[in-house]
């Protein structure tokens, strides 16, 4: 195997760079991974810009040896696996570099030869030494990445409100919500996101798609969405602190939807007046959004809580620890006490006990030898229990986590709990 392919790892060219082709060529074959049409190349080339934006790293894995005649020649990448480092909220306002993953694709006629292991246990390794502490994904299947040591940390549902007559929401004003042109995003979204984004825990900060995506001025595929309509909150202050992105469904299938493409509070009061307003909007009956919390306070201010159906509670942002002491000594902890984990890890790069010591809500992380072990886990369940969204309790009934010592995993959880629960706003 290792013979016939390389891996070639580079930094998105531009436009006037003679490697501007290698560029082109891996955003086709991500594109042609994940199912895409094919983009135009204007499309491409905006996606390139934007990858330019982030920081991003393409990594390809390249044929070497003789490319069947007629075939994709060996210039088109046979897997590509994508990387930027971006904060993570890891809790009481604590922000975590995180080494981000995106774009895994293997071509069909490649895979199951080891290519996702390679490039996985490479570029986390390269992350660890790099001095990184975590690395995050979203997953298109859950059952690929738990082997490489990643657990879920956050979780989304789609919500489909129906603002008919039963939709009351009890709250009263403290802003006050107006329409304005989409691209007013372009300049606005990434300050109310930053704002978010310092508040609430499980947070990964956007890349350049998002701004671009929620003014309308890209789609998901192409170029403007027209569509696209925008209404910003402004607080008591007028200060804009939160914005809903979203289009209107059709007439062509009832009941008239308006479908939110991207909704950012930065208070508590710009997003129930955000809902009040997507509420109020006529002659549409249902209003959905796919990326709502999985703990969301909206149902709870509804006179009628069952006018929010929510369905597909999924997995959202995976996590995996780069180095256990320094994740762990990242973290704030709102409650004191001592835990000896024994963590196993199925790359090798970060297994071990350690002793975790908070005092005053500030950790003191130490290797141990492996003598009265606390809770015994694998690198995935402490990534998935690191942030407080996940039960340590139902991780240990679930036989994730091995308990030890009784009581160890209640402590636990009482440890790495937060503020709020978490949640992810940030697909990549
Ligand atoms: C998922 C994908 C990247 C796997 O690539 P691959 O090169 O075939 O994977 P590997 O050969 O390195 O396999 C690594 C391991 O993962 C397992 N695996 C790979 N894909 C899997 C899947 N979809 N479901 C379950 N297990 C999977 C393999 O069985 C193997 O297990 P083992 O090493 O424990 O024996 C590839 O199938 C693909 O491109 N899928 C479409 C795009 C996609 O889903 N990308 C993920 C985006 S988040």
Not at 165 to 182: C, I, K, M, Q, Y
Not at 390 to 416: D, Y
Request: hydrophobic letters at 40%.
């Amino acid at each position: 195997m290792a013979e016939q392919y390389e891996i070639r790892r580079f930094q998105p060219a531009a436009k006037d760079d003679p490697a501007y082709p290698e560029s082109v060529a891996w955003m086709r074959a991500v594109a042609f991974g994940f199912h895409d049409a094919r983009r135009s190349d204007e499309r491409v080339d905006k996606g390139i810009e934007m990858q330019r934006t982030d920081g991003r790293v393409m990594t390809g894995v390249y044929q070497t040896g003789p490319v069947a005649d007629h075939a994709l020649g060996p210039d088109v990448p046979v897997a590509t696996f994508g990387t930027m480092t971006k904060t993570l909220n890891i809790g009481f306002g604590r922000l975590l570099d995180t080494r981000l993953v995106t774009a895994v694709t293997v071509r069909t006629s490649h895979r199951r030869r080891g290519l996702l292991r390679r490039m996985m246990a490479e570029e986390l390794g390269l992350a660890q030494r790099e001095g990184l502490a975590m690395a995050a994904l979203t997953a298109s299947e859950a059952s690929i990445y738990g082997r490489f040591g990643y657990g879920v940390a956050t979780s989304e549902q789609s919500i489909k409100l129906d603002t008919g007559a039963r939709f009351v929401l009890n709250h009263t004003p403290a802003g006050s919500v107006e329409v304005a042109d989409p691209k007013v995003l372009l300049e606005l979204a990434p300050v109310i996101f930053d704002r978010l984004h310092r508040l609430t825990p499980g947070s990964i900060d956007r890349h350049e798609f998002y701004r671009q995506f929620a003014s309308g001025t890209i789609s998901r595929d192409d170029g403007e969405d027209p569509k696209v309509k925008v209404a910003l909150h402004y607080g008591p202050d007028g200060e804009v602190d939160g914005y809903v992105s979203y289009k209107f469904g059709g007439w062509a299938s009832t009941p008239y939807t308006m479908e939110v493409v991207d909704l950012v509070a930065a208070t508590r009061h710009a997003y129930l007046e955000l809902w009040q307003y997507l509420g109020a909007i006529d002659l549409v009956e249902r209003v959905t959004w796919d990326e709502a919390p999985v703990d969301d306070p909206l149902p709870w201010a509804l006179a009628d809580p069952r006018c929010v159906d929510a369905s597909e509670a999924r997995d959202m942002l995976w996590l995996r620890i780069l180095d256990v002491p320094q994740a762990l000594a990242a973290r704030h902890y709102p409650a004191d006490g001592k835990l000896l984990l024994k963590v196993a890890d199925p790359l090798g790069l970060t297994g071990g006990t350690f002793a975790l010591d908070v005092n005053e809500g500030a950790a003191v992380v130490t290797e141990a030898d492996g003598a009265g072990v606390d809770l015994e886990l694998d690198v995935a369940a402490l990534s998935s229990i690191y942030l407080g969204g996940v039960h340590p309790v139902t991780l240990a009934a679930s036989g994730r986590i091995r308990e030890q010592t009784p009581g160890a995993a209640f402590l636990a959880a009482r440890m790495f709990a937060v503020e709020r629960p978490p949640h992810c706003l940030t697909h990549f």
